[in-house]
């Protein structure tokens, strides 16, 4: 996996990165103000949900259940102090379908504690917690 990063022209605080697909993601820098783009603890917690959102959905696919909608909603807790990284991560993932609460609950817990590259890498320094709700319902 390869990444180029690259200054935008007229800013010291806007980037764009992009991977050898060619696919292209902005940053900036929060504090500057007027932000443009996500900061990137922004993109952390954007990449630990999309991660576990494919896992879930894969999960429940090859178990012929299918998803109508995933949508999540993630809060990371930083410290005050610089280095002000994340200690604690909480998500609420809310499934849309025809699917068992057990299954629905399953998906999330083996995408968290086996299958989330993200998650895994990140859980050695912060606490990550999830809850489930399945059709408006809160499971977990």
């Known amino acids: 996996m390869k990444i180029n990063l690259q200054k935008k022209k007229d800013s010291s605080v806007h980037f764009e990165a992009m991977n050898t697909n060619g696919d292209k993601v902005e940053m900036y820098n929060s ?25 879930i959905v894969h999960i429940l696919e090859k178990q012929n259940l ?3 909608d995933l949508q999540m909603e993630v809060e990371g807790h930083r410290n005050e102090t610089v280095p002000k990284v ?13 699917i068992p609460a057990n299954k629905a609950q399953r998906a999330a817990d083996l995408s968290f504690e086996k299958y989330c590259s993200v998650s895994k890498m990140l859980e050695k320094s912060v606490d990550i917690h999830h809850k489930v709700e399945l059709n408006g319902k809160l499971i977990s």
């Open 31 to 55: 504090s500057a103000g007027n932000q443009q783009a996500a900061s990137p603890m922004e993109l952390i917690l954007m990449g630990v949900s999309g991660c576990s959102s494919i896992d």
């Open 66 to 68: 299918k998803v109508d």
């Open 86 to 98: 994340f200690h604690r991560i909480d998500l609420l993932v809310k499934i849309k379908g025809d």
